[in-house]
């Protein structure tokens, strides 16, 4: 976003002159500050182009060998371990899928209602974006839940009664509500995705979504808490309840990350401008 915030800085600048009330000269500075010194002394000269466009390709393939390896490391602290439920080898393609699953689940749900609410939005997030994203949602989607089938098949091929006794205490015992609500959301509603007026509808798309970002966070508590609820001690067994500084974390985290959200929708540019720029017909 180097370019961009440029782009801001020096617009500000442009009408600083015009600007006649105290107040509005003064927030003309703060804003001529800040996006001044996020945008690094940007200039648009050749060299700093080239630069960019180095950089922006070397993180590019950076950061697609690391959304595997970040992912898989994460599930090896629940793999390695002997609690059955987490000691299986297929946590680290479950996790990468999901990931991307969730992912996309989450970058619709906040996409939709602004390609919504904002004007001349629809031209550069389409239809057709959001079909594509539809489809890799079904992909991965399909993996999860193969990724669910198969735990339980090998808890059963592999004749570890413990194992076993975890997956089938997921499904049927005292937190069998989160397992089911997490494969109808993760599993069920992502394959309405087949028919091509699910795809092309946003506020389908969108309640769809809504699922999917439900199902991926009862994943994680099908995955922490009905492992742990029921383990090799008795002493630990119990039946978890959130306390009330359970849910005021959560609220409050949500509320922190919304409020983010929001800053950045107010003050930086929702679509990459630069990016814009140069597949127009007079770039």
């Not at 703060?30 to 182009?49: C, D, E, P």
């Not at 690391?66 to 680290?92: C, E, K, M, R």
């Not at 946003?202 to 009905?226: D, L, S």
Request: glycine share 8%.
């Amino acid at each position: 976003m180097i370019p961009d915030l440029a782009t801001m800085r020096d617009r500000f600048r442009k009408v600083a002159g015009k600007v006649a009330a105290p107040a509005a000269r003064l927030r003309n500075k703060v804003a001529q500050i800040f996006y001044g010194l996020f945008s690094l002394g940007w200039t648009g000269s050749n060299r700093h182009w080239r630069n960019y466009e180095k950089a922006y390709l070397l993180l590019a393939g950076l950061s697609t060998p690391l959304v595997l390896s970040v992912h898989s490391i994460v599930s090896f602290d629940f793999a390695v371990s002997q609690l059955p439920g987490w000691h299986t080898t297929i946590f680290p393609p479950y996790f990468v899928a999901g990931a991307v699953f969730s992912g996309f689940g989450m970058v619709m749900t906040l996409m939709i209602p602004l390609r919504a609410l904002y004007k001349g939005m629809d031209e550069i997030v389409t239809t057709r974006h959001l079909e594509l994203m539809c489809k890799v949602t079904l992909t991965t989607g399909s993996i999860v839940g193969y990724a669910y089938g198969m735990e339980f098949f090998i808890a059963y091929y592999g004749g570890n009664p413990y194992e076993l006794y975890a997956f089938k205490n997921r499904a049927f015992g005292d937190y069998y509500w989160s397992y089911w609500l997490m494969v109808s959301c993760n599993v069920v509603s992502p394959h309405l995705f087949w028919f091509k007026w699910c795809r092309t509808t946003p506020w389908f798309i969108w309640i769809v979504t809504i699922f999917v970002n439900i199902g991926m966070w009862m994943e994680r508590f099908v995955i922490v808490v009905t492992s742990l609820h029921n383990d090799y001690m008795p002493g630990n067994w119990g039946y978890y309840s959130p306390t009330w500084v359970d849910v005021c974390t959560y609220i409050g985290t949500m509320g922190f990350f919304m409020t983010l959200f929001l800053l950045f929708c107010r003050f930086l540019p929702l679509i990459a401008i630069s990016e814009v720029k140069g597949v127009t017909p007079f770039a």
